[in-house]
């Protein structure tokens, strides 16, 4: 294992029964960087953090964090890292605060509270509230601040910003972004290939239980398929709008109506909708996994 090297996963495997969740992973994250960990559901990324936290154990394969055997020393692996889950467990019988003093304690009460309710403060939560009474966003803000509250080295997280609302999740990029500034790794997982592009300096995707592709940010652009539906003012010639490089007609209505597919960059359609008579115009992204079942199809039929 290199010595600037937060993680290192060589070979790693686990099944569930006949399920193949890891088929050979490796894997491997510098000190002091934020490291996305992209890919559909069911991919095998809940399964790769667990067994960097020893939670669960692997068939094979090696596991090293921050230098350290999880398996030989949990405890110690622990200690040195912020987990957020994907659902965290908590006491319904406490409030907020109490159940972030509780989490503290079994840290040995290293926390500085100040420093929580600056947390607490700047993702809107309130920390006297009812565990019992909280809404599944407000849940997984006590789950950011638990794991962000030790100042850890390592930040193992598990789609840190699912059920917050838009401006609480960047608040959560920005927290991460200074946490990675503090001298921090950050590693998270996601499906959400924007979220992934607005933080991660460095990206895996995973699929079907091993990386299918190591990347910067930029590389995601060229997979950020998109949809646009197009409406003109009166009938135009909509097929003249496929001549432009990676635009494909999904269907039309009339003339007046187009619904495109746009792969990369949205510039040459926009540029090229400057000369027709555009009344409306909107977009979407598919899901991840219709980006993967577009760009990996072909791989599938080699190795058929």
Known sequence: MSNDAALM??????????????????????????FGF???????????????????????GTVRVLGIDPQADPVA????????????SLDSTLKVRGQLRYLNA??????DWSYVRRLAERIELDLRLPIRN????????????QALMSRPELLLMDEPTSGLDPLIQQEVYHLLAEARADGATVFF?????????ALAERVAIIREGVIVE??????????????????????????????VEGITLLSESDGQ????????????????????????????????????????????????
């Open 214 to 243: 190591e990347a910067e940010p930029s590389r995601l652009v060229s997979m950020a398929l998109r949809r646009a539906r197009v409406r003109f003012r009166e009938a135009v010639d909509v097929a003249a709008l496929t001549r």
């Open 38 to 60: 992209l890919g559909p559901n069911g991919a095998g990324k809940t399964t790769t953090i667990r067994c960097l936290l020893d939670l669960i154990r692997p068939d094979g």
């Open 189 to 197: 997982s996601s499906h959400i290939i924007g979220e992934v592009e």
């Open 9 to 34: 996963i060589r070979g790693l495997r686990k099944s569930y029964g006949k399920v193949r969740a890891l088929r050979g992973l490796d894997l491997e994250v510098r000190r002091g960087e934020i």
């Open 106 to 111: 079994l840290r040995g009460n290293k926390t």
């Open 257 to 304: 109506t187009a619904h495109l597919q746009v792969e990369g960059e949205m510039d040459g359609l926009i540029k090229a909708l400057a000369a027709f008579p555009v009344t409306d115009f909107e977009t979407e992204r598919p899901s991840l996994e219709e980006i993967f079942l577009a760009f990996y199809a072909s791989s599938d039929m080699e190795d058929n």
């Open 134 to 145: 909280l809404s599944k966003g407000n849940k997984q803000k006590v789950a950011v601040v």
């Open 77 to 88: 692996v622990r200690a040195r890292t912020g987990y957020l889950p994907g659902e965290l």
